[in-house]
């Protein structure tokens, strides 16, 4: 009887405590509801911050020359025209920039794949004298940063040389990055087993078919890497373009035409061409970063935790 | 020196040839073939090497010499240099305008870290959730930083425009800014122009590098201190900060070098408009040899590539210092 009792006082009780449980549940979930609301605001605001500006300038693109200078809070064109690109283009000289640009490109990734990748290699095997020691100078180039500083030697070397061209800007932003790409591939490849090269050296193959046919193949997510980071680093570049096309306007990547036209002495900018000109720059490298996310974010953690 | 490597590689490589066919599979011997062969390749090995050391060398460290020796000279491209010892070192003592350029350096590189580090701080613990929108926010924080900055310098140099300027035009109607602000007519508006176009650029990136350190931090740690009663100021404090210091420091030390260097949207943003007044190190140097006020006085502008070097260079050190002690620890 007082077991019963008991028991009536204890489901009693349980209940109680249940109904509590439930309480604090539910509380809990609309704070963290609350939360969330708060949450995906701040995130929101930044994400809107972040794209404003390049939603502008885009639009802006779109509209007629006199609508460009006026009523600046206006997102949408009242009228929609492509005829900034057609004069970018045709008359601005942007058909050329973007050819020297896809020629920086194209030459500077060619060179990357085929140099970095190969330097990495003999590295990562410790096939060549010296290696440490070549390692060693490469990465402590990194901490000087003199890139504006050696500016000027470097101009004078490529004219020397006979290169002070579109082969010059190819060579000096490769060998600009090289030392960055070759670390990364070396610490790749030394995570790559040794034994299929083994059986290749058995087999009677030479150094470059090891290579060639057995590692390279197999350094294909690192290459990835690189071969992103340099798009990136050379359809983007300004500075070098910029001061070897000083005396050269045939021979300006997009973003040095662009830059032109900002810096013309008495201040009449060409906000038509510069718009549409930036767009032929950004546009291309957003959608192909849509594409190879993934790609990019490596080249980014694996660039910044090694440089 | 090419040629007799090429010599010894073709002995090398009869050796190993006959050695290979007797005692290929036997295991002592593999250590021996290993090295014939590296002897034998040495030749291709050096080859192989060659396009990116001969590169470097004479695009990063030739630069890097004649720089310096320009630096003791006087010289215009014209006329021969003509070595004047110290003298561009001591100019450049005395020239305000350059120790101006350097505290802009300063000015923007801690302005813009002050801004960034927190913010990304803040964003990336926010990311760290677990939201469903997570991975949309990460890649939308990302997209500046796959865009060219001079590019986006010009572009902000637009946007900015004080009269019916798309910024001015959005600020002005809540009251922040008078309608015809002149962001980059006066030194302190134009250098927080730069400082706020630089976090635009680099927070993403940032709260990127963050939030993959706060990723390889066990929840069950986090789950514990809940237990223990932690708040979460108190488990960001306590648990994400000292845990994420790594990566912290790398982030910090990062973007300090990289601001110290920065050339491409000053250039391109305000030019060092109004009079100089927001020039940094880079441009400053960059007008003795390339512009058209200063003309070209090659020597004085190496001297102050020398200086700007070794400033970056002491705080490049205080990072190597920093990231070495760190793998010491860890190890």
Not at chain 1, 135 to 156: D, E, I, N
Request: with cysteine; aromatic share 12%; glycine share 10%.
């Amino acid at each position: 009887m007082t077991a019963t009792q008991e028991q009536v006082a204890g489901a009693d009780q349980a209940r109680v405590v249940r109904a509590g449980q439930a309480r604090v549940l539910r509380e809990a979930r609309a704070r963290r509801r609350v939360g969330h609301v708060a949450i995906y605001v701040v995130l929101g605001v930044m994400a809107a911050l972040t794209v404003m500006p390049l939603l502008y300038a885009f639009f802006a693109s779109f509209k007629p020359v006199e609508d460009i200078l006026v009523d600046g809070a206006r997102l949408l064109p009242r009228e929609w025209t492509l005829e900034n690109y057609r004069i970018a283009w045709e008359l601005g000289g942007f058909d050329q920039y973007f050819q020297n640009s896809l020629f920086v490109v194209i030459g500077v990734i060619t060179l990357d794949l085929l140099f970095s990748s190969m330097l990495g290699f003999v590295l990562a095997r410790k096939l060549v004298p010296f290696g440490n020691t070549i390692a060693m100078v490469m990465g402590g180039s990194l901490f000087l940063g003199m890139g504006t500083a050696t500016l000027y030697p470097r101009l004078v070397i490529a004219q020397q040389l006979g290169i002070d061209n579109l082969v010059g800007v190819v060579l000096l932003e490769f060998s600009g990055m090289t030392v960055i790409h070759t670390f990364l591939i070396r610490a790749f490849v030394t995570t790559l087993p040794a034994e299929l090269e083994d059986a290749a050296r058995v087999d009677g193959c030479g150094i470059w078919r090891a290579y060639w046919m057995i590692a390279f193949p197999l350094m294909r997510p690192i290459l990835t890497t690189t071969t992103i980071l340099a798009f990136q680093a050379s359809w983007n570049a300004f500075q070098l373009p910029y001061v070897f096309t000083l005396n050269d306007p045939e021979m300006r990547t997009l973003v040095v035409g662009v830059y032109a036209l900002r810096a013309t002495e008495d201040g009449s900018q060409a906000y038509d061409l510069i718009l549409a000109g930036a767009m032929l720059i950004i546009v291309p490298i957003v959608i192909l970063f849509a594409f190879l996310q993934r790609y990019f974010l490596r080249g980014l953690t694996e660039g910044s935790v090694k440089g | 020196m090419v040629g007799s490597s090429v010599v010894e590689s073709r002995v090398g490589g009869g050796v190993s040839g006959s050695g290979g066919s007797g005692s290929g599979g036997v295991g002592g011997s593999r250590g021996r073939s290993v090295s014939l062969w590296k002897r034998r390749e040495r030749g291709h090995a050096l080859l192989f090497a060659a396009p990116s050391v001969l590169l470097f060398a004479a695009f990063v460290l030739l630069p890097l010499l004649y720089a310096v020796y320009l630096s003791f000279t006087r010289f215009n491209g014209v006329v021969d240099p003509v070595w004047v010892g110290l003298s561009n070192y001591e100019s450049a003592w005395g020239d305000s305008a350059w120790w101006n350029s350097v505290r802009n350096t300063f000015i923007l590189a801690f302005g813009g870290m002050a801004i960034e580090i927190p913010l990304s701080l803040f964003l990336a613990v926010l990311l760290n959730r677990a939201l469903k929108l997570g991975g949309f926010f990460r890649t939308v924080y990302f997209v500046p930083h796959v865009i060219s900055i001079a590019v986006m310098g010009v572009v902000f140099y637009f946007l900015l425009r004080p009269v019916d300027g798309v910024i001015n035009g959005l600020l002005s109607p809540i009251g922040i800014v008078a309608a015809d602000m002149d962001w980059l007519g006066s030194r302190p508006t134009a250098l927080l122009s730069l400082i706020l176009v630089g976090v635009w650029a680099s927070f993403g990136v940032n709260t990127i590098l963050f939030l993959v350190g706060m990723q390889t931090i066990s929840r069950d740690i986090y789950e514990a201190a809940r237990i223990d009663g932690a708040g979460s100021w108190k488990m960001f404090s306590r648990i994400t900060v000292p845990l994420l210091s790594p990566i912290l420091r790398i982030v910090v030390m990062l973007s300090i070098i990289f601001s110290m260097r920065s050339f491409d949207l000053v250039k391109t943003l305000t030019d060092g408009a109004p009079a100089g007044q927001t020039e940094v190190m880079f441009t400053y140097l960059f007008g003795y040899y390339f512009g058209l006020d200063h003309g070209a006085q090659y020597g004085y502008a190496s001297a102050l590539a020398v200086y700007a070097a070794i400033i970056v260079a002491i705080l490049s050190v205080i990072y190597l210092y920093l990231s070495r002690s760190k793998d010491g620890g860890s190890r």
